[in-house]
Nanobody, 115 residues
C-alpha cells in the first residue's frame, strides 16, 4: 500500500529554519492537490500550506511570509521550507496528497521550537 514519508523535522530555536520533505513510498499516478497539515498538542489538525491542482499556493494566516511550499506531482514530492520559527509552530507536521477519489497521508514528523 502506498504511503507518504516525511523527513526533516526536529528541534529548532525560535527564529531558526527547517525544511520538511515528503515523498511517496511508490509511484502515485494522477494529479493530486498537495499540502502540509500540522497538529499541536490539544488542538485540531490544520492545513498550513497547500498547492491546489491548477491553482495558486495558499497558506494559513499564521504562517504567511514564513513558510513556503513547493512540490512536484510527477515526482510525488512536496516540501515545506519554514523560516523564522515561532514557539507556536511546535506540532507534528503531516504531508497529504488528496483528490475526490481519495487521499494519502504521511506518518508525521515532529517539529519542536524552543525559545
Amino acid at each position: 500500500q502506498v504511503h507518504l514519508v516525511e523527513s526533516g523535522g526536529g528541534l529548532v530555536q525560535s527564529g531558526g529554519s527547517l525544511r520538511l520533505s515528503c515523498a511517496a513510498s511508490s509511484r502515485i499516478f494522477g494529479v493530486y492537490n498537495m499540502g502540509w497539515y500540522r497538529q499541536a498538542p490539544g488542538k485540531q489538525r490544520e492545513l498550513v500550506a497547500g498547492i491546489p491542482v491548477g491553482g495558486d499556493t495558499n497558506y494559513a494566516d499564521s504562517v504567511k511570509g514564513r513558510l513556503t511550499i513547493s512540490g512536484d506531482n510527477a515526482k510525488n514530492t512536496v516540501y515545506l521550507q519554514m523560516n523564522n520559527h515561532k514557539p507556536e509552530d511546535t506540532a507534528v507536521y503531516y504531508c497529504c496528497f488528496w483528490r475526490r477519489s481519495g487521499d494519502y497521508w504521511g506518518q508525521g514528523t515532529q517539529v519542536t521550537v524552543c525559545s
